[in-house]
């Protein structure tokens, strides 16, 4: 039941590739020089700038990947940069990836409104930045947009009938304690015998991947606490290990209580 977290995590691995395109960039920017259609201004001084001030972001991400909203600043910075500066290609996968990105890691959910209209309008500006290079690239890089979404559209609904038959197995399983609703729904953990560490804990490992240590520190509770806690709520709920919890609890939305859900859906 150890919580023994992998340095090579998934956000590192992301990082350490950004981090060599980035300084590659960066390396090639100080040598070739950019082109002079560009709507960025000086393009010979601001493009290395961009380029070896986001390789540096990468490793800072790299070092510390909690910093999530980092990521997407490279991506932006990124995706704006390469488009205006004649890369459209490139671009529109940074814009693809920054909204892919911020799906899976559920940063969507709250405020979808707000960050799918400022998310959409960086993308049109960096688009019509492309026109200096002609009407062909521009529609080019439009159609370009048109297949990457379509294309991680259809990995996503390939990658939901693939996992869809962990629903009803999960379901079955004899020693389960808790009534699930059916999946997709919100699930509310102030309904079931949890403490109210306990829901928190739960909470914050499932929605913001936080660790048993980074629980500790968080609610100033030792880790041996928050393991006895952890063990606590397996029990209740009727799983045996942190893994088979992640597990159960993927296919819902998760929230602490009802007033919390109702006060993120205004926002």
Request: overall charge positive.
């Amino acid at each position: 039941m150890s919580d023994k977290k992998r340095f090579f995590t998934e956000e590192r691995i992301l990082s350490l590739g950004g981090f060599i395109i980035l300084t590659a960039a960066a390396i090639i920017s100080f040598i070739v020089d950019a082109e002079t259609k560009t709507l960025l201004p000086y393009p010979k001084i601001l493009v290395p700038i961009i380029n070896t001030s986001s390789a540096i972001a990468a490793l800072v991400y790299f070092i510390f990947p909690q910093l999530r909203l980092l990521a997407y600043i490279i991506l932006i910075v990124q995706g704006l940069s390469t488009m205006i500066t004649g890369y459209e290609t490139l671009g529109v996968f940074l814009f693809t990836a920054l909204g892919i990105f911020s799906f899976c890691n559920g940063d969507l959910r709250i405020k979808f409104r707000l960050k799918i209209t400022v998310y959409l309008t960086l993308w049109f500006i960096s688009l019509f930045g492309i026109l200096p290079f002609g009407i062909a690239r521009f529609i080019l890089a439009m159609a370009e947009s048109i297949l990457f979404i379509t294309f991680y559209f259809c990995i996503y609904k390939k990658l939901a009938k693939l996992l869809a038959p962990i629903s009803p197995v999960l379901n079955s399983i004899p020693y389960i304690k808790i009534n699930l609703p059916e999946p997709g729904k919100t699930v509310y953990l102030c309904d079931y015998d949890l403490n109210e560490r306990q829901q928190k804990f739960i909470y914050d490992n499932l929605k913001l991947k936080s660790n048993y240590h980074d629980l500790s520190e968080k609610y100033f509770v030792s880790t041996s606490t928050v393991k006895k806690e952890m063990v606590d709520a397996f029990n209740k709920i009727g799983v045996t290990n942190l893994e088979e919890l992640r597990l159960l609890f993927m296919q819902y939305d998760i929230q602490l209580d009802r007033t919390r859900s109702r006060t993120e859906d205004k926002a």
